[in-house]
């Protein structure tokens, strides 16, 4: 999958757009894609779910692999 701005990092934020997590999933980050689905879930009780909801987004959209040179 490729850097910031690429078009898996942009299907994965509409993904967690729609799901809190998905994104992190579809990027193959199981662990951080439970914690965000979970935590999402929790705190909607709340109504704070949506703090977690935009992290999420943003997490899916700006994150690099490792490795990954930056040119």
Sequence with gaps: MGGQGSTGNVIAALASFF???LGQLIQGRL???AVM???AAVLWWFLLGWIIH???I???A?????GELSI
């Design 54 to 56: 935009l992290w999420s």
């Design 19 to 21: 799901i809190p997590g």
């Design 31 to 33: 662990i951080r894609a």
């Design 62 to 66: 700006l994150w690099k692999p490792r």
């Design 37 to 39: 689905f979970l935590l």
């Design 58 to 60: 943003l997490d899916a």
